[in-house]
């Protein structure tokens, strides 16, 4: 190489980043010697931002555009600069490409089961997983938090943290939210979203923000799905005297179809339970009893709640009301209010408790 061709070399200098990878969230500039010319052309494309180190520190940030890097404000020492080191300048500059676009379809889920307190279950394990996507909003922060001086860093090496800390805030989510497990497959965009405010000021210490959160299954373990499948199955079929003998027909049907597994007396077992309960629906013209209504639920007496000098006391029952009108603790200007009464009223505007001020005894007589 000609002397010309060197001194080109040293002039000339286009500094660009293109990615046919859909993992790569951060790529260091490969030079040699890592100087940076002076005059060299940076070009940042869309959805990229060139991070500017400069001995060790980060200089500047860089948007989207075409850059000369000729300025005297910006810290660039070029070799150019340093004709007695013979083109090599002891100061390094480094340029680092973040790709600033979404990482879709990254994969969360939890590894061991979550304990929590189900109304209707009780303490229950579940399960969850689904995806994300994740962006990186602060170049400068993502750098010195994560990358430091690796050359280049990918999903994989970042998504195993985000991992934890999504299925720790969905520990917390869970616990908290008091959802049904069998309806969090209807809330399943909320608990999503509510997941995604929870991460959010932990992902940003590390210059990342999530931008979508899905939640794609809650299970429970499957002995417990068994249970409510043979639940549902009861619930289908009736009471459980029709879904024993429902049971009962499986069985037979499983006999005939399988005689190598209990021979003859299989085959004969079920064709005598199939006789008898053919002369049971003969004699009785029906297998199962006739279903029993339950009882009605006990009466639940009415309470309401009192009003006085901006503090609220109660419940109280009707009858303890008119002792309390009986006393004058309760008067018809008292506020009171019940479950299901729109707002706090005078107890004068309550039917149930205006009879107690029109059926008050008279005045006492006084001794003569």
């Given amino acids: 190489m000609g002397i010309l061709d060197f001194l080109l070399g040293e002039l000339i200098d286009v500094i660009h980043h293109t990615d046919d990878t859909n993992d790569t969230m951060v790529w260091r500039f490969e030079r040699e010697g890592h100087e940076i010319k002076y005059g060299a052309k940076l070009t940042v494309r869309e959805g990229q931002a060139a991070v500017f180190v400069h001995e060790g520190q980060i200089a500047d940030v860089f948007s989207p555009g075409l850059y000369m890097l000729e300025t005297n404000n910006m810290p660039i020492l070029t070799s150019l600069n340093y004709w007695d080191h013979g083109f ?68 994989d090496e970042i998504s195993y943290q985000i991992r934890n800390v999504i299925v720790s805030s969905f520990s917390a989510a869970i616990a908290s939210c008091g959802i049904p497990v069998l309806d969090m497959a209807a809330n399943a965009p909320e608990l999503g979203k509510l997941l995604a405010t929870r991460i959010a000021p932990d992902l940003a210490e590390y210059g990342i923000e999530l931008p979508s959160l899905f939640i794609e299954n809650i299970s429970l373990p499957p002995a417990v799905e068994a249970a409510l499948d043979k639940r549902t199955s009861i619930g289908i079929v009736g009471d459980l005297s029709t879904y024993t ?71 109280f029952s009707r009858a303890e009301l008119g002792r309390m009108a009986a006393s004058g603790e309760l008067s018809r200007d008292s506020y009171v209010w019940s479950a299901g009464q729109d707002g706090w009223k005078t107890a004068d505007e309550v039917i149930e408790l205006a009879q107690l001020f029109s059926i008050m005894p008279p005045p006492v007589p006084t001794a003569k």
């Fill in 88 to 155: 090599k300048s002891p100061f390094k500059s480094e340029i680092y490409y973040v790709n600033t676009t979404r990482f879709q379809d990254l994969k969360w889920g939890t590894k061991n089961p979550i304990m929590c307190r189900d109304p209707e279950f009780g303490p229950v394990r579940i399960r969850a997983f689904g995806t994300y996507s994740v962006r990186i909003s602060d170049p400068a922060k993502f750098l010195s938090e994560i990358v430091g001086t690796d050359g280049e860093t990918t999903t």
């Fill in 245 to 315: 003998n429902f049971s009962a027909a499986e069985s037979m049907t499983t006999a005939a179809a399988n005689p190598a597994g209990g021979g003859g007396m299989g085959a004969g077992l079920g064709a005598g339970m199939g006789m008898a309960m053919a002369d049971r629906m003969m004699r009785g013209g029906s297998v199962a009893p006739a279903p029993q209504m339950p009882p009605p639920p006990p009466v639940v007496d009415k309470v309401w709640h009192v009003a006085k000098d901006g503090a609220s006391s109660g419940p």
